[in-house]
């Protein structure tokens, strides 16, 4: 089955404790992307691959690093986590991003809660 | 302005009623546009894509009008499983939003019995 896996659900961690969101896709999908989405805020990106060691800033990286050493993983690494980085993270890939045909597929998501 | 802009809702409806969404976007130049569907908790799943001559699948239509940076989905015969949330996004082009997805609110639908 073609799917987008992230782990872990759900993690409740302490502030300043490093973790990191693994997110692998079975599509070959060159792009990757890691979205969070907040009441009121909506989707937003953090981060987006275009392929293998190609990484570039989204929309709110600050806080965030990522990294694409192989082409179906995509992890998302919080060094040092703050409460306001407590939100649910999706992780999304695509075969070819600005073509209608193809949409992006979403991993099941990761409810991060900082304490 | 937002990138794009969705009414939020909620929509409340009985089954088997008609009801559509609107959602506009400031970019002109955006290149691709979609209608996901997103359940409570649980991630945006693709529901269509939307071309410029309208495309149809199902109850679902959804239409593109580029010259007013439009978009619409209409649901026909509306279904309690219907119930979720429905996004509105758009792809820009391409430079430093490559890629990117500008995802609307979303707009909230109950379907009720």
């Known amino acids: 089955e073609a799917q987008v896996t992230q782990n872990p659900r759900y993690l409740i961690t302490v502030t300043g404790k490093k973790l990191t969101v693994t997110c692998s896709q079975n599509?070959?999908?060159?792009?990757m992307s890691w979205y969070r989405q907040d009441p009121g805020l909506g989707l937003r990106q953090i981060y987006y691959?275009?392929?293998?060691?190609?990484?570039d800033k989204g929309d709110v990286p600050e806080g965030y690093k990522v990294s694409r050493k192989e082409k179906r993983n995509f992890p998302l690494i919080l060094e040092s986590p703050s409460p306001n980085q407590t939100s649910l993270y999706f992780c999304a890939s695509t075969q070819a991003p600005g073509l209608s045909n193809y949409g992006y597929t979403f991993g099941s998501g990761t409810r991060l809660t900082v304490v | 302005r937002k990138e794009v802009e969705q009414d939020p809702g909620p929509f409340n409806v009985p089954e088997g009623a008609t009801v559509a969404f609107n959602c506009t976007y400031s970019?002109?130049?955006?290149?691709?546009f979609f209608w996901y569907r997103q359940d409570c908790r649980k991630e945006p799943k693709l529901l269509m894509s939307v071309y410029s001559s309208g495309n149809e699948d199902g109850r679902f239509t959804a239409q593109l009008n580029r010259a007013s940076q439009y978009i619409s989905l209409l649901i026909r015969d509306s279904k309690l499983s219907d119930s979720a949330t429905y996004l509105c996004v758009v792809n820009p082009p391409g430079g430093t939003s490559y890629g990117k997805l500008t995802f609307g609110q979303g707009t909230i639908l109950t379907v009720h019995p």
């Open positions: 599509m070959n999908h060159e792009y």
């Open positions: 691959s275009m392929n293998v060691e190609v990484t």
């Open positions: 970019n002109s130049a955006s290149q691709s």
